[in-house]
């Protein structure tokens, strides 16, 4: 991905995480607990399962449409982040030569299921942690992970990491692109003139620390970054997180697919 | 490079995460002990910078491919290793999130791979005491190539040992290793050189920066580099040994790369295979799955069975097929319905 | 009145590198006056600002503030009367959000919460971003964050208002928003500038600065409609007071 489609991807998704739906007026702990029960819960399937892992697609579906997230956003970064599942995940059918029948009168090898398998586990599980992000601001997630635990001063280095990325990509942007200009269409640049950029984007990083640093003394910084927010749980959270553990376990241990398809034939006679 | 939610199990998956939290919390602590207040805004800065050029790509000469920079190695020569690690981490946190490389299960496996070993093994066991008192450019180069190297092919043989324990995906052990381990020696040389080179930059334009930081002369600073290269020598040995132990436990996947590169084919090991997977399918598909903890390692053992069809209810897979078909239909209905509703509401 | 009383005498800063800055600065500033302080570039405008709050510690001579002598240990105290706006905005707002950033200084005064939330509001409606409150500081355009960068400063109500280049790279609109801000403060203020029209329609006085030496101080009417000293320092007449010239 090229340095200004990858820029303007994550523009984008945090333009998205700061909008005002339903979906992103939840807690963050809910959707960052829902998220990794759902992750647990998909992942927790056998390699050859793939049928009671498409009921899990109404996670992601419901999140992204009542949280108002392009689908096709989405559901472009998930091919685009696939190659090295994918690269993994084909060498399977290679692996795994058993023959085995999935409908009557059909049959591949089992290394084709268990690859196919990966792929749905892998859209299940990448849009699910993409949709977390667009429905919830970088900030928000980092004080949900603060109340959940996490040390004060990592939370604290994440925030400052992203305040910082926007105004850091664009000093690169405007490095590179100076870079590519004088580079008289070769694409892209050898090592040495990547040191320099590099290097030079590295000393202006240390600078600018050190202007944040005065300007945080000038207000009177001691050594603790303080906090004022205090964000309680209310009802629609914990009814969310019950409600998808809940669906999650459903189908995890009953074979969705299968109980409707069976209810099907047998009302068809 | 980056370990995926689809190839990793609950057991794999959370056990890597416990150990990053784990060393979250460590290096939080330790770090708090002696925190320099200045470093606060530094290390979220650099986290800034470290990811921004990560996304610039340059092609190496003669290969036409791309590579960047990791970035550990520097930011442990200037914050040391604790501030380094809870730095990568906030990196690669940011990466998963924004960019979604891997998903949230797998951020516990990267994190470990990518920030563990460069900061916590690579850079005091071998970037400090080869690069000495940081002044000699020749002990810089060869201080970044020796922990570039080493600490990517930590971070490589991780990756495969972690897909491996989870046995979803079904590469060997062995195989995976080969293709692996010389890719990313290749990125090390490479990362090694880059590293050197703004290393370099820096000092000849401030090099207070770097002076600044150490606190204490390195240990061994003295040491002569021909002793520390054959101690070095010695640990490759040892390693490499543990790693042909440890592939051996799985001759299957050794013995097929070593049969495919002779041109022997792998015919005996699949006879083995076949019993197994149509088992392990029959389970599968009855009614209540639930084996999906069970590492492959039991399944790989072979055993002398006489080779079966799978006995699939031809009657179960079609109701499956149809309420799979149907379950989908609904699942995107809904979506779509929402999102319809949601636009003819909105002004 | 003399909790508002700025002063330096005979201030001397050298630079580790050896650059002499500052070549024996007096002055004095009292209550409610609002200065300007111009000069060519490297005249040491910045190294004089950065003393006012203690960033910089005088190689000799004496900066006080109120009653206070600024020394190591009382850099905390002088920091809670002077107030610095930096060059650059990004520089200053380092928090998540908006209200994040302006909360910063009266959290670090030590206020509860809710006179927090008060200060807060009250600066943000002064510099007109009251709406901006929930918005991270990436989403702002360049005014917008040099007003947000103005509220984070006097959400600490500082005695005194130190401002550097507080226009710069600002559109016309934003710019005169600024001067209309700094117009409705009623602090000491002292604002260091190149732009020599919104130092006239902001202050009452001037100090020229030159060499690290000050070479004038009077009313800014007076100093700013001089050509031939301003010329002397690499400075034009302000632009309202030029007569626009016949093209030939």
Redesign the interface.
Known sequence: MSFEAAYSGLGRLDRLSYRDTMIHRLDPRAKVVATMLFAVAVVSFPRYEILSLLPFFLFPVLIGAAGDIPAGFIARKVVAVSPFAIFVGMLNPLFDSAVVAIAPGVSVSAGWVSFASILVKFALTISAALLLVATTSFPGICRGLRRLGLPALFVSQLLFLYRYLFVLLEEAMRVVRAREMRSFGKRGAGARVFVRVVGTLFLRTVERAERIYGAMLARGFRGEVPSMRQETLRTSDVVFVAAAGGFFALCRFVPVPQTIGRLIRGLAG | MHMADALLSPAVGGAFWAGTVGAIGYASKKLKERLDDRRIPLMGVLGAFIFASQMINFTIPGTGSSGHLGGGMILAVLLGPHAAFLVMASVLAVQALFFADGGLLALGCNIWNLGIYPCFVAWPLIYRPLAGDGRSPRRILVASLASGVVGLQLGALSVVLQTSLSGVAALPFGAFLLIMQPIHLAIGIVEGFVTAGVIHYVRAARPEILDGTASSPPPGAGVSLRNLSIGFLALAIVAGGALSWLASVRPDGLEWSIGKVTGKGGLPEREHEVPLALKSLQKRTAFLPGYGFKPPANEAKPKEEAPSWPNIDAGASISGLIGGFLVLVVTFGIGWAIRAFRGRSAP | MSHHLLEFKDVRFRYPDGTEALKGVTFLITHGESVGIVGANGAGKSTLLLHM?G?LLPTSGAVTVGEVPLGMDTR?EI??KV??V?Q?P????????VF?DV???P???GLP?DR?RERVHEALRQVGALALAD?????LSGGEKSAVAIA??IA?KPDILVMDEPAASLDPKSRRSVIGILNSFHHSKIVASHDLDLILDVCARCLVIRDGAIVADGPAEEILSDATLLAENNLELPLTLQGRPAKQ
């Open positions: 709050n960033h905390p920091r809670r107030g610095v930096f650059n990004d520089d200053q707002l380092f928090m998540p959000t994040d909360a910063f200084g959290l670090n005064l919460p927090v918005k991270p500081p990436h989403h984070t400063v600490m």
